[in-house]
């Protein structure tokens, strides 16, 4: 290890000027990998391979969670098509199942192993692969350490810093400059990512747009669709998805608001995280509205009230059964959450302010006027009663939703051309080895 990485992995003990990493390092990585891998598979979570490695070159791309993994499926399948092998780390169980059903066999998947040397360093001696791509903001110090040592080419794509951890990187410079410059390269989401990633040591640094915009919409099952649009015909619908907690609750004051004023309205709920799925039932059960939940099976009948979307990788049903969409973790939690996937499917967009993580998406969506931003849950009940009221106002958002996507487009593209100097002579090794082109 060279001397600079060995100044890294020490002050990666010093992290805030307190020596506290060897102490609650190991802690904070177990307890965060808590309840998120399938049992049977833990020891991956420790760098301990279930499956055998390929013959031939072999990429490492690492997503972690649904939204990152969704992003870049396009990006492997052009990786997958020059015939080289893909491991593929996630860091959740619904992202594993995302993997499955996206990719399938077109990828070796395990779960990502804890950022401590041993796991890390057990998961690089086995797997050595020849080329990581991590994707978004996924800065884990010691797996970068660890690749940087091994002289493994890492790049970073669709590369976004958020307004809450560019600071902190900037107060330990030292540690940012060691860490950001073992990647070979970045590719960043937008320019105001780019001088970020500069501005803390990573070298070269592009720019490429988003790569959620460059996916396909989410799929849907037709039958299943064409099932609950029968049994809402005639109803108006909207949506609160990728809700976090509180704007479950908001969903359902709005829903009691316009009750009245719009006789037969269906909402649609939808939570980031399926597993609170019997907690936000209850809640709204005990506020007197009636729930028909996805995983139950049951039919919506017409006093149905809340139709909860406690399923994983169904975003493409429930989307399709409106016109409106609030996205959540915008009102109440900070960051917001993807809009682009409603846009593709024609909904008028709603949003809380607090949408750092997405900022240039709600801004494109917003100069356009198809998003509109609220304050608290009056002013969302006001914006999705003015909606369902206004036939021509929410179509014509529907359109410039749909052209600003078109608009945006191009970030794959971009990308690709960026990895090129990687992936080219990695397509030739994977030549001499034919069974990798299947």
């Known amino acids: 290890m060279s ?60 997503a972690a969670s649904v939204g990152e993994t969704n992003a870049i499926v396009p990006l492997i399948r052009e990786v997958r098509r020059r015939g080289i092998a893909v491991l593929l780390t996630t860091g959740t169980v619904t992202s594993a199942k995302v993997v499955q059903d996206r990719l399938g066999s077109e990828v070796i998947h395990q779960y990502v192993p804890l950022d401590l040397k041993p796991a890390v360093s057990r998961f690089l001696e086995y797997w050595h692969p020849d080329l990581a791509i991590m994707a978004e903001s996924e800065i884990w110090p010691m797996t970068i350490l660890e690749l940087g040592a091994r002289h493994i080419p890492q ?51 592009l720019v490429s747009g988003n790569l959620k915009v460059d996916t396909d919409a989410p799929p849907v099952d037709p039958p299943v669709l064409k099932a609950y649009l029968g049994q809402i015909a005639g109803r108006r619908t909207w949506a609160a998805i990728s809700t976090f907690d509180g704007e479950e609750a908001a969903a359902g004051n709005v829903h009691r608001i316009l009750k009245e004023r719009a006789p037969g309205l269906l909402t649609i709920i939808v939570p980031r995280h399926p597993e609170r799925g019997d907690a936000v039932a209850d809640m709204l059960t005990a506020r007197g509205l009636k729930v028909v939940r996805r995983t139950s099976g049951e039919p919506l009948t017409p006093d149905t009230d809340i139709f909860l979307g406690d399923t994983i990788g169904e975003m493409g049903l429930y989307l399709r059964m409106t016109e409106i969409a609030f996205v959540g973790r915008s009102l109440f939690a900070e960051g917001g959450q993807n809009p682009l996937e409603p846009a593709m499917l024609g909904c008028a967009i709603l949003s809380g302010g607090n949408v750092q993580n997405f900022r240039e998406a709600y801004q494109q969506l917003a100069r356009n006027g198809s998003a509109k931003m609220v304050r608290d849950i009056e002013m969302l009940a006001k914006g999705v009663h003015y909606l369902l009221a206004n036939d021509e106002t929410r179509r014509q958002m529907i359109n410039a939703g749909q052209e600003t996507v078109q608009e945006m487009r191009g970030a794959l593209r971009a990308t690709i051309k960026g990895l090129e100097p990687y992936i080219n002579p990695l397509t030739v090794k994977a030549r001499l080895h034919p069974r990798q082109t299947s």
């Open 155 to 205: 790049v970073l794509v669709n590369g976004r810093i958020s307004d809450r951890s560019f600071p902190r990187w900037k107060r330990r410079h030292a540690l940012a400059d060691a860490l950001f410059e073992n990647f070979a390269l970045v590719i960043a989401q937008s320019e105001t990512d780019a001088e970020r990633f500069r501005t803390l040591g990573a070298l070269p640094v």
């Open 3 to 62: 001397t600079r990485l060995a100044r890294a992995a020490l002050s990666l003990y010093r992290w805030g000027g307190v020596a506290l990493y060897p102490v609650i390092g190991p802690y904070l990585a177990l307890r965060a990998a808590k309840g998120k891998e399938e049992r049977s598979r833990r020891k991956e979570r420790y760098g301990a391979a279930s499956v055998a490695r390929p013959e031939g070159p072999l990429v490492w791309f690492h």
